[in-house]
């Protein structure tokens, strides 16, 4: 199993949608400026350009912050991997985390009780169970 440091695809935020949030900000700014720039002159479209460059500044942080905590309720947990392990002789049993070439029916060391050979008999992955939770 390898581990990568570099973001998984669940674990960003889409390249379009944040180049369409980063082009309406920077047109925002831009309405915001010539509104500035207009309110010298003391044209009516002063407050037009302003209410449009404000509308985008708000509409662009709230698809980001939205957007970035999406992303942090997708992140998906490894479950554990468990392993089984019996005696056939005396049915001792035994769990432990799953180890790299562990596969059913392999032999492995003596058992506690009887000295007998011991089996691995199952594998399976734990699952732990989400609290659910209620958006209100």
């Known amino acids: 199993m390898t581990t ?9 935020i889409s390249t379009f949608v944040l180049l369409i949030v980063l082009i309406t900000l920077a047109l925002s700014l831009v309405a915001l400026g010539l509104a500035v720039s ?15 460059g404000f509308i985008g500044v708000v509409m ?8 970035r905590r999406h992303v942090m309720s997708m992140k998906i947990e ?13 049915g001792f049993k035994s769990v432990r985390e799953f ?16 000295d007998d050979k011991m089996t691995i008999t199952a594998i399976y992955r734990e699952v732990k ?6 958006p209100f």
């Open 38 to 52: 207009f309110f010298e002159t003391s044209e009516p479209t002063a407050y037009f350009l302003l209410f449009i």
């Open 99 to 114: 180890q790299r070439g562990d596969y059913v029916f392999k032999e492995l060391e003596k058992c506690q009780k009887c």
């Open 60 to 67: 662009s942080a709230y698809v980001l912050l939205q957007s």
């Open 129 to 134: 169970e989400k609290e659910k939770t209620f």
């Open 78 to 90: 490894k479950p554990t991997m468990m392993t089984t392990i019996e005696c056939r002789k005396c």
């Open 4 to 12: 990568n440091s570099s973001p998984s695809a669940t674990s960003r």
